[in-house]
């Protein structure tokens, strides 16, 4: 879509000095509003060439003259004005890079939108969200196509051609649409001879286009048996419906455990959408795009498109066509699904709503919920966050009546939630030592599950053999050179390894530093985990999961069908095991440690930890033959882990609001951080004081700044990192204080800054 044309100018709008050439040619010009992917909120115009000014619409990329060298510079045209901006000449633009438009304009107002809520650049946004495959055009090639002449039909009732030469002919006059080479020659049954001939003769016409090669693989479709929803799933349905049909916006906030049949509720609302001739848009935590949740959509709607991070540009850009055309019913992605261009959109669903993962951690720093809420209001459609554990920036919407709760207080089939037992590891010297990853509860209930024919999955966050290796002399760690973190022992592939940067160096003999042979490896990582698995449980199959066993195409995929066929008896690993897996025969399920999740410097530890229990909870009990849960923690009696045990969320959030309610923290307060980071210490320091000193000059009374000071990771990458923030219960007050400081600032040479608002982690 594209803004209504402007009419021409009306007679009395006209100026009265001027000659009526030049009021024909003032009447006659456009100008493009161009942003460029540069941190600025400046729109600029470009006079549009009378030969280009038919091709071009808002959502096209274009080629302009930019800055004093008047360097050629790409930049997205955003709108097409009649109204000449004052006080400076306008160059012109020089070239149309696209077609057709990347963007509707739904889509443009969204970018737009993200610009001045995550207080960064339109261009920066647009730049961001259009796939790299889109703007390459990755996966198309010119080809012919060929028609037949307007007189073929006349002429061929009246000459002779040679049979071959009649039958292309004839398949051309009967199918209505141009056709390309391979499908002509196909049905005509003849080579590219004939063609060729009659198109020397004048008997048909050939003309390129661009077309996508690349073939998409939607995967067949698979039977499912039909599911009756219950009183509680019919209700929630029903009311989502409702504001469906009478397309209003509204955002519904699903809480409803793990196994409630939120995903059920799901596909029942978008089938509806889709009986409408409307699309949906599913988002998803990336590792919850397992085969088994795609396997789910597939198997009850027609089309699906799934986007992941695995997907090559042409694929990606063969999806985009494909969604852009509106022959897509439902769009299930990771984050960036958000921003697919189905033309008709009916409905957006978040599924694991309090995912941190749907928070981008570079720039545009968006977080899809919110970008998804401004949509779902644009177009009028409703939103529906499903959760079994809320954020609490979503439950206090609910609370002020801003969002509607909707509620799936139980399991399916009366499946009862699977107690969790909290065991206390501090008196359990092997653990407190980290010698020992399994305590004798879990041992005790490992031994049980499998005897009982029951598999099992471990959780624990930390990958690697131990996080930390130090010397028993001087007590010195080994540390990574370029990060401020501890590198972690690879036992596998005998290496110290950073996961801040990837630096990794063979494990050191001796200290580095006083020269004692011998380090000590403390702590316990899931190779460690593993490796204790197999000499308590000689003989029971194991199976990791982290990112360094899950780096090829399909590992994943081909890991759960081991432990869903039952070749695997226990499963272990990250968070990547935490989520969304449904597996029957589960019967225990063990968290190694909670502590690590509680203990991170993090306002948002505690939340995390009870969202994270419940969650590996939610992987067991989920058929008849029950299952439990154990905790391995030294706060046994930390709320968090408490609510948890109890599977009582409303508790927790209550209380947990009260608290944040106290210290003035989110969601009751929005905040902005601003990170500085430079190679030079001192002078990445300097310039944050300085920054903060501007930040004081210009921020009215109801924004508080704290900092600056070094960022928890003071060092990452080689680059010194400090950060500030500013809090208010008014966010416009904080966009404006930042938008009167950005232009004040000018970093040193060699320092950059990144904006992050309501940021997620302050690592
Ligand atoms: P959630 O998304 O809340 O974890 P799911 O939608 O995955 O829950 O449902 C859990 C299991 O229960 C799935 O295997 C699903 O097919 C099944 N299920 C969902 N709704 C019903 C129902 N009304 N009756 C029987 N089984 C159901
Ligand atoms: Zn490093």
């Excluded at 060929?146 to 000459?159: N, V």
């Excluded at 502590?595 to 989920?622: C, H, K, M, N, Y």
């Amino acid at each position: 879509m594209s803004r209504p044309a402007p009419s021409l100018f009306a007679e009395e709008d006209l100026p009265d000095n001027l000659a009526p050439w030049e009021i024909a040619e003032q009447a006659d010009r456009w100008y493009a509003e161009v942003v460029f992917s540069l941190p600025l909120t400046t729109i600029f115009h470009y006079q549009v060439p009378n030969d280009l000014r038919e091709r071009l619409q808002p959502g096209c990329r274009v080629e302009v003259p930019f800055g004093r060298g008047n360097q050629s510079k790409t930049g997205y045209c955003v709108g097409v004005t009649r109204e000449a901006p004052t006080g400076r000449t306008i160059k012109s633009l020089t070239a149309i890079l696209d077609r057709e438009p990347l963007l509707d304009a739904h889509l443009l107002e969204l970018t737009r939108w993200i610009g001045d809520r995550y207080l960064c650049g339109w261009g920066q946004v647009l730049d961001s969200v259009i796939p790299a495959g889109v703007k390459a055009g990755s996966g198309t090639r010119d080809i012919q196509f060929y028609t037949a002449a307007p007189d073929a039909a006349e002429r061929l009732a009246s000459s002779k051609l040679p049979p071959k030469q009649r039958a292309v002919i004839q398949v051309l006059l009967d199918h209505a649409a141009p056709m390309p080479i391979g499908d002509l020659t196909a049905a005509a049954d003849c080579g590219p001879g004939p063609i060729q001939t009659l198109r020397q003769k004048g008997w048909i016409v050939a003309d390129r286009r661009r077309t996508m090669v690349a073939e998409f693989d939607a995967g067949p479709i698979e039977p499912h048996t039909p599911i009756h929803l219950n009183l509680e799933q019919q209700r929630v349905v029903d009311t989502v419906l409702a504001a469906l049909r009478a397309q209003q916006h509204q955002t519904f906030l699903l809480h409803g455990v793990t196994g409630s049949g939120k995903t059920e509720v799901y596909i029942r609302t978008i089938e509806e959408v889709v009986s409408y001739g409307r699309q949906a848009i599913v988002l998803v935590p990336e590792i919850s795009l397992t085969p088994q949740t795609i396997r789910r959509f597939r198997s009850r709607f027609a089309s699906v498109a799934v986007l992941h991070s695995h997907l090559t540009d042409a694929e990606r850009h063969a999806q985009w066509r494909l969604i852009a055309e509106g022959q897509v019913q439902v769009v299930v992605g990771a984050r960036s699904a958000v921003f697919a261009p189905t033309p008709h959109l009916g409905l957006i669903v978040i599924d694991e709503e309090h995912e941190t993962s749907f928070k981008q951690d570079n720039t545009p720093r968006y977080h899809a919920r919110e970008v998804a809420r401004h949509r779902a209001a644009l177009m009028r459609v409703p939103l529906l966050l499903g959760t079994a554990t809320p954020t609490l920036e979503s439950w206090l919407r609910v609370q002020r009546r801003e969002d509607q709760l909707l509620s799936l207080p139980r399991r399916v089939a009366k499946l009862p939630l699977p107690p969790v037992v909290v065991v206390d590891t501090r008196n359990d010297p092997l653990i407190q030592n980290k010698q020992r990853a399994i305590g004798r509860a879990l041992f005790t209930s490992m031994q049980q599950a499998l005897k009982s024919d029951g598999q099992i999955i471990l959780f624990l966050n930390v990958r690697g053999f131990s996080p930390l290796m130090l010397c028993r002399g001087c007590g010195n760690s080994l540390r990574c050179p370029d990060c401020d973190l501890t590198l972690t022992w690879h036992k596998q592939h005998c290496k110290a390894l950073c996961h801040g940067c990837g630096h990794e160096i063979p494990p050191p003999a001796a200290c580095p530093k006083c020269h004692r042979p011998g380090m000590q490896m403390l702590g316990m990582g899931t190779q460690r985990l593993e490796q204790e698995v197999h000499s308590s449980f000689p003989g029971v199959s194991c199976l990791r999961m982290d990112s360094d066993t899950m780096k090829a195409r399909g590992s994943h995929h081909d890991a759960l069908e081991q432990f869903r066929h039952g070749d695997v008896r226990i499963l272990l690993g990250t968070q990547m095991i935490a989520k969304g897996l449904d597996f029957p025969n589960v019967t225990l399920v063990g968290v190694v440690d909670a502590d690590t999740s509680l203990r991170q410097p993090d306002l948002r530890a505690r939340e995390r930890t009870f969202q994270l229990i419940a969650q590996v909870a939610g992987r067991t009990g989920r058929s008849a033959r029950g299952g439990r849960v154990l905790v391995q923690t030294a706060c046994p009696d930390d709320s968090a882990i408490q609510f948890a045990a109890k599977h009582d969320f409303l508790g927790f959030a209550k209380q947990e609001l009260e608290e944040r309610r106290d210290c003035q923290a989110p969601p009751f307060r929005q905040s902005v951080r601003v990170i500085i980071r430079g190679l030079t210490e001192d002078l990445v320091q300097a310039e944050s004081e300085r920054l903060v000193k501007l930040i004081r000059t210009v921020a009215p009374a109801n924004v508080r700044v704290l900092g600056p000071a070094p960022c928890p990771i003071a060092k990452l990458q080689k680059y010194f990192r400090f950060h500030l923030q500013m809090t208010s219960d008014d966010r416009e007050a904080l966009r404006q204080t930042w938008l009167a400081t950005a232009p004040l600032f000018t970093p040193a040479k060699d320092v950059e800054y990144a904006v992050d608002v309501d940021p997620l982690n302050l690592r």
